[in-house]
Every structure is written in structure tokens, then in C-alpha cells.
């Protein structure tokens, strides 16, 4: 299994259109066969501060995830309106 921890630090005044994107591509990602989990968490101490958690079947799903037209399409939106932290992990 292949987890992605995915840090955003979204733009003042940004988040509405932050949440709504990820909330596009989220939907359209836990349709894929090889999504295990896709959840987006707030941190507490910060209002700006999102983490998105993915969980993939192996890094075939994936690499046909980061190629998807909802990927390519939304992932350069939500880029403009945060800055992002991607952290790759394989379970052991």
C-alpha cells in the first residue's frame, strides 16, 4: 500500500475555493478501483492549514491517479491557491 500525507497552507481569502476543488477531486478520486482512502483533515491550531491523506492499492493506482484528467486538471488549481508539502510513504 502506497499512503500520500499531502500539507496545504492555503492564501488568505483562499480557502472557499481551496475546499471546493479538493472537494472536486476528492469525489472523483475515491471513484478510482485503486483509492483506499482520501481524507482531508484541518489542523487545529491553524485555519489555513489542511492535510490531505491518501491511501492507494501499490504505485500502479497511483501513477494512473497523477494522470487522470481530474488530477491534471484540478491539481494545478488548488497549487495557484496553496502552497503544498507531499510526503510519500510505503507500508512495511
Known sequence: MISIVAK???KS???TEFLKLIDELGK???AEAGCIEYVLHKALNNETVYCLIEKWKDQEAVDFHNNTPHFTGIVPQIV???AAEIDVYQTI
Request: cysteine-free; proline content about 0%.
Open 8 to 10: 496545504f497552507t492555503v
Open 80 to 82: 495557484e491557491l496553496a
Open 28 to 30: 472523483a478520486s475515491r
Open 13 to 15: 481569502g483562499k480557502e
